[in-house]
């Protein structure tokens, strides 16, 4: 029977073949080509002025995936810990959202924090901005939110939350409870039992919620553009620029997207090493 | 049994800060679908106009149609491909089947950039290899014609998708299958079924809910996917995310708030009657489920009236699908592809074109003219006729990328004046027909700076700091600081570029600017939202239509004035198509009405002669002779302006890594 079965995965086989392994093949040809079809290193070179982009995007990408796990996490931990209907309601409610386009939902914090925006609008109705120039003596007219790091951090956190939660709440609400009033029963208090049995055993989860919020923040080119204002360029921002941006130029595209990847794959083999002997990643 | 409600207030406000926090900017959303004003901070009472304006909008419509089709079919291929290759892998040897499985995740574990980045790139080279192939083919023999040049389109947005839907389909249905008892096949088969029988009676039913599951989770990944989709679709399959991409750039329309809240609520609905039906299962067979998927519940018992939920609910979304299709369906076979500028036609020009030839336009934008040229490389889009600026027309010609024009077909050229004929880019008038023609300036709030402005160094001054917008445009930018340095616009010296360089880089080390914008410039001046920007002359007389409190000007330094033609490319298959395009455009009475709708001035010497009458005749009021003015600059002004000249190779190259180096 088995050797029958294995024969259905052979129209797969060759399709991840010509569409997932070759396009990185190519990718790979790319980055090392110039223009005229040599080849070269000149690409790589080049990236070094980039190191600075590489750092933000990085930096911004690391404290969006941080900020996520501590909102995450204990909304994962607290949700398991409430009725069935609730949680099933709730989970729904977090995979919601996505059914609104992210452009949208991220637009639609532009008009939430720009100058003139709603928050300040807010701000300024219940005197806040006021309050706040009488305190440190200073004279502004609204907050500056847009346009900033924090402004792109945060349509991060708000754009990939959900892929934190889902993962870590899946690993938690499968926790076998025995394991617990066991390890209560053996006199540990509730911070022990957390940091013995819950939080070892929901490893996998925060795992693979860190990998998925983490890698499209990295690589993310939308949000930045829209909530950064052009003025923090990041990594995504850097290789739409060479393929359908105003710098044409797509081996030097190339060139940054595969050390984009080979970093992240780096990241993450590190990372798989914490959870070693786990199950595998849990995805959605 | 775990503990119920073992939360603490505290416990539950986290829960319910973290919901307000997703939820804060959809219902912001929703609301401003219902208002009345076109503003996306601004209430101006309740209205259901944008839900009404949504179905006319043959842009907005067609992408929905795209995205639905494209998720659509994505979602079935990939989840019969995607059971399948799971089955297939269920039955190899355990080292096989991690091999192929750690090379299934990687679509997944990609950033969606180099997943996208890595696709585009393998169309492009077997666009090229394809080119060559047919070229070759049609050489030899003529019984066939194959196509020679191929772009990106529908078809490879389709594989992309299929390609990071199937690992999905793989991930959910897989642990099934490990669940499945391994004795229920050879049970089956013992029992007197044939191996197809079982197959189609035990494992298939086994992994039912994996299945589903896997496809739900498809649909939804394409749905939301933009990323991938905007590297692989070109500009012809813009999806639903691609098109409000394109928006964000300059204004948000509210009908796409409209839309938004219509898939929305509809998603609610349908989950809701999924969830009830859910419950009430449940509260039947007291049997609890503890499946952490999301969408589906596990259906183990009485699933079956859910199930034809889903069916009935999947169907309406093919009938909506088809629905849509048949409205646009008044296909010819008669097409022009057009690329422009965001807002840069009267469109109902459009439809008036259509309606008097029977070809149909596909209009379609671009986002500078850097991008364009970017775009039209990649093979990212097979236009016809693309309306460049001066400089970009003379770098593609110094290409060999535009096709010489047949002016034959083009009656109404002659009624372009000889000021736009013959200028520094196409000395020769082969290659093309004048659009638009204006000036560059800067736009500032006349209540926000203490005095009036008049040179460019306001661009670049510390007082203004956090409050001006520069240009996200190399040629612009620097053409800014260059004018304010009292340098040619059009140097090759590096020194000289250099040193306007350093200018724009002090200023924005100083923190003079709040943002590098192009089009996203209309919403935050007409909001108030910044004190000075660059942009040209008509976009500033729109902007002015919404805020009162701006003015223009053109530095005393002088400027670029441009001139924006219509050209058609090489490569273009509708060279017929495009000259009545063209030649319509360049008529009178599409002048008139451009010039009305988006104020930029035009080359077509009676138009613009005329124009003043006829916005008398149509507001009932004389225009002001200054907005006149404005969009036509007079003698006097032009003459402290000049025309961009196609840069050297060496140049462009330099300005690229300044400005690059400007974004590090």
């Known amino acids: 029977m088995k050797n029958k079965l294995s024969r259905f995965a052979v129209p ?61 996490y204990p909304v994962s931990y607290y949700l ?28 639609s914090w532009m008009t939430i924090l720009e100058n003139n925006g709603l928050l300040n609008q807010l701000f300024q109705k219940i005197g806040l901005i006021a309050l706040y120039n009488q305190l440190t003596g200073s004279n502004l007219e609204y907050f500056s939110m847009i346009n900033t790091q924090g402004a792109v951090v945060l349509g991060m956190v708000y754009n990939y939350l959900p892929f934190m939660i889902l993962p870590i709440y899946s690993v938690i609400v499968k926790l076998d409870y025995s394991l617990l009033e066991a390890a209560r029963d053996l006199g540990a208090n509730n911070v022990t039992v957390f940091r013995k049995v819950i939080l070892p055993l929901s490893l996998p989860g925060v795992l693979s919620g860190i990998t998925m919020v983490f890698v499209p923040s990295v690589s993310t080119f939308a949000i930045s553009r829209m909530l950064g204002g052009g003025t923090e360029l990041l990594l995504g921002d850097l290789i739409e620029r060479q393929f359908l941006g105003g710098a044409y130029n797509p081996q030097l595209g190339a060139a940054i997207s595969l050390v984009m990847m080979i970093i992240v794959v780096i990241c993450m083999l590190v990372m798989n090493r914490f959870g070693e002997g786990e199950e595998q990643a849990v995805m959605l | 049994m775990r503990q119920r409600s073992a ?28 208002n009345a004003g076109t503003s996306s901070s601004v209430w101006k009472g309740f209205s259901l106009h944008w839900y009404a304006q949504l179905f006319q909008n043959r842009l907005i419509m067609h992408s929905v149609y795209i995205t639905l089709l494209v998720s659509l079919l994505a979602t079935v291929i990939a989840t019969i491909a995607g059971t399948f290759a799971a089955i297939g892998f269920y039955g190899m040897r355990r080292k096989a089947r991690n091999g192929l499985l750690a090379v299934n995740n990687i679509p997944m574990m990609n950033a969606d950039i180099v997943t996208g980045v890595s696709l585009c790139l393998l169309f492009v080279v077997f666009f090229n290899g394809w080119g060559a192939f047919a070229g070759w083919v049609n050489s030899w023999q003529s019984v066939i014609v194959l196509p020679e040049r191929l772009t990106l389109g529908f ?18 249905v897989g642990p099934k299958l490990r669940q499945m008892d391994r004795n229920l096949v050879d049970a089956a088969q013992d029992l007197g079924c044939t191996w197809m ?103 183990r018992k009485k699933g079956g009236g859910m199930w034809k939920k889903v069916a009935a609910g999947g169907l309406a979304c093919v009938l909506l699908a088809v629905l849509i299709f048949t409205g646009s369906a008044a296909r010819s076979d008669r ?22 030839t029977g070809i149909r336009v596909n209009y379609q934008t671009a ?15 097979d236009f016809d006729v693309i309306v460049p600026s001066d400089y970009m027309i003379g770098r593609l010609i110094e290409e060999g990328m535009l096709a010489e024009l047949d002016y034959s077909a083009i009656p109404n050229y002659d009624l372009i004046d000889d000021q736009y004929k013959g200028l520094s880019y196409d000395p020769e008038n082969k290659y093309t027909v004048p659009y638009t023609w204006g000036t560059v300036g800067i736009i500032y709030n006349t209540t926000m700076v203490s005095e009036p402005i008049t040179s460019w160094s306001a661009m670049f001054d510390e007082q203004y700091a956090g409050q001006v917008l520069m240009i996200n445009n190399s040629r612009d930018a620097l053409m800014a600081a260059l004018c304010c340095l009292g340098y040619d616009i059009n140097t090759t010296d590096e020194g000289q570029l250099e040193e306007a360089f350093q200018l724009i880089c002090d200023a ?73 395009w063209i030649n319509f455009i360049a008529g009178t009475d599409a002048n008139l009405a451009n010039m009305d709708y988006i104020w930029y001035a035009s080359p077509n010497a009676e138009a613009l002669a005329e124009y003043p009458a006829y916005y008398e005749e149509e507001y009932g009021e004389p225009l002001d002779e200054e907005i006149y003015n404005i969009m036509a600059a007079p003698p006097e002004v032009l003459a402290r302006c000049e025309l961009y000249i196609n840069l050297p190779q060496e140049t462009l190259k330099f300005y690229n890594d300044l400005w690059t180096r400007l974004g590090i």
């Open chain 2, 155 to 172: 078809g490879t947005l389709l594989i992309a998708h299929i390609c990071f839907n199937i690992p999905y389909v793989i991930l959910s």
């Open chain 1, 80 to 107: 398991s810990r409430e009725g069935a209907s609730f949680q099933r309601t709730a989970m729904v409610l977090i995979m919601l959202p996505m059914w609104m386009n992210f452009l949208l939902r991220t637009y």
């Open chain 2, 335 to 356: 097409v022009v592809n057009v690329c422009s500028w965001g807002e840069y036609i009267d469109e109902d020009l459009i439809t008036q074109f259509e309606e008097e």
């Open chain 1, 12 to 72: 797969y086989v060759v399709w991840m073949a010509i569409f997932v392994v070759a396009p990185i093949l190519i990718m790979v040809l790319y980055a090392f080509s110039n223009g005229e079809g040599g080849a070269t290193l000149s690409n790589f070179v080049q990236m070094g002025d980039y190191a600075a982009v590489f750092g933000r995007s990085f930096k911004l990408a690391l404290i969006a995936t941080a900020i996520c796990l501590l909102i995450g």
């Open chain 2, 367 to 381: 986002e500078s003219n850097e991008a364009l040229y970017s775009l039209i490389k990649m093979g990212g889009a």
């Open chain 2, 508 to 580: 924005k080390e100083k923190g003079v600017y709040q943002a590098f914008v192009m089009d996203e410039i209309f919403g935050k001046m007409e909001g108030g939202n910044a004190a000075i920007a660059m942009y040209y002359a008509g976009d500033y007389l729109t902007m002015l239509d919404n805020n009162e409190d701006l003015a223009y000007v053109v530095p005393e330094e002088g400027s670029n004035w441009f001139v924006d033609a219509m050209c058609v490319l090489k490569s273009s298959q509708h060279q017929d198509e495009a000259a009545e």
């Open chain 2, 197 to 299: 029988q079982a197959f189609w009676k035990v494992i298939i039913p086994e992994i039912k809910p994996g299945i589903i599951s896997g496809a739900l989770t498809a649909f939804t990944m394409s749905i939301d996917d933009f990323i991938i989709s905007y590297f692989t679709a070109g500009t012809s399959a813009s999806t639903l995310a691609m098109t409000i991409y394109g928006m964000t750039k300059k204004r948000v329309s509210p009908e796409i708030n409209a839309i938004s809240t219509l898939l929305f609520v509809t998603v609610i609905l349908l989950l809701a009657l999924i969830n009830i039906r859910e419950n009430h299962i449940q509260s039947h067979s007291h049997h609890h489920h503890r499946e952490a998927a999301v969408h589906t519940p596990a259906p």
């Open chain 2, 7 to 34: 939360n603490s207030a505290g416990n539950r406000l986290l829960m319910i800060l973290t919901g307000l926090f997703l939820y804060a900017p959809i219902i912001i959303l929703i609301v401003f679908s219902f």
